[in-house]
Every structure is written in C-alpha cells, then in structure tokens.
C-alpha cells in the first residue's frame, strides 16, 4: 500500500472532526457514527494521523490546534484498540507521523504526540515499539538545542511518557540475553 495524501478525503475528515469538536451541532451523531465504522480503515486512519501531525499546513482553512489534538484523541481512543490488526506498514507510517509531531512547534500537539507514543509503550510489547527509541534519543542530543527547541522538547517528553509508563518494558527490552 502506497500511500499518499488524498486533499479530499482531508476535507471529508477536517469536516468530521468540526462535527466531532461539537455535541450540539446536528450532524455529530452521524459523525460519531462514521468514525465508529472507518476507525480500522487505513485510509481514515491514515488522514486522521496526517492531520494531528502535519495539520499546521491547514491552518489558513481554519485547522486549528483543538481539531488537530482532537485527531490525536481519535488515533489513541479508537484507533489504537486495533493497532496489531493492521497492516505493518499503517503501523509504521502511524509510529513515523507520532515521531515527526514529536517537532511540531505547537507545544500541545508535541505533549499530544509524546502521550501517544507513551500509550503505545504502555500498551504493546516492546517489540512493536521499540525501533523508534533510537531516533527519540538521537533528537535529543545538545547540538539541537538552540536550532531546534520544540524537536528536544517533544523527544524529551516521550522519553518522560516511556520511562513513567514503561519502565520495566524498557528495562527487559535492552537487557543482554
């Protein structure tokens, strides 16, 4: 599966999620009900994900920080309850795009990403996880500092979120055998 980002499926999803953000309005039943249905749908996944990590390209449609978040929601509240049923690549293109929200330079989006990647380390095998430990550790280094804040900032942070929720994970994964 080759995937690419489809501009209307974006808009069809930005709308969902306006119609999520709101229970009075009249269509959120609808939208809580399509959501329900597409949550194991690679493709909605894959644009609810494109979303909460490179949402900050639809700001001037009026994306803005609470929708994106509201993705980031959707990805751990009804999404990750199927992540081992789906394919290894929508699993590692998830794991990428968490990875890349780790730089975002909205602060909310960043401790967003870093509770996902948390909520991953938390619920799954460290097997599932654990490749994407060396590129966190590798953002944080001091070069980075003064080029590139947000970037340590959000890798510092789900390093936080790892050790608080999976320490002894982390601790049987890198122990020689």
Not at 21 to 44: G, I, S, W, Y
Not at 106 to 117: N, P, Q, S
Not at 147 to 170: F, N, R, W
Request: net charge negative.
């Amino acid at each position: 599966m080759e995937w690419q980002v489809n501009q209307e499926i974006v808009a069809q999803a930005f709308s969902l999620l306006q119609a999520l953000r709101d229970p009075t309005r009249p269509d959120h039943r609808t939208a809580l009900k399509t959501m329900e249905d597409n949550v194991t749908q690679p493709l909605f996944i894959l644009h609810i994900l494109h979303i909460f990590a490179q949402g900050y390209q639809y700001e001037a449609s009026g994306l803005g920080v609470d929708i994106r978040q509201l993705a980031g929601f959707i990805i751990k509240n009804y999404v990750f309850p199927h992540l081992q049923q789906l394919s290894e690549e929508v699993q590692t293109l998830m794991k990428t795009a968490l990875l890349q929200a780790l730089h975002d330079t909205v602060l909310d989006i960043r401790r967003t990403a870093a509770i996902l990647i948390g909520k991953i380390t938390e619920s799954f095998p460290a097997a599932f996880w654990i490749n994407m430990i060396p590129t966190m550790v590798e953002n944080l280094d001091v070069r980075y500092l003064s080029t590139q804040p947000y970037s340590v900032d959000g890798h510092l942070t789900a390093m936080l979120h790892i050790c608080e929720d999976s320490a002894s994970k982390l601790a049987h994964a890198v122990q020689p055998a």
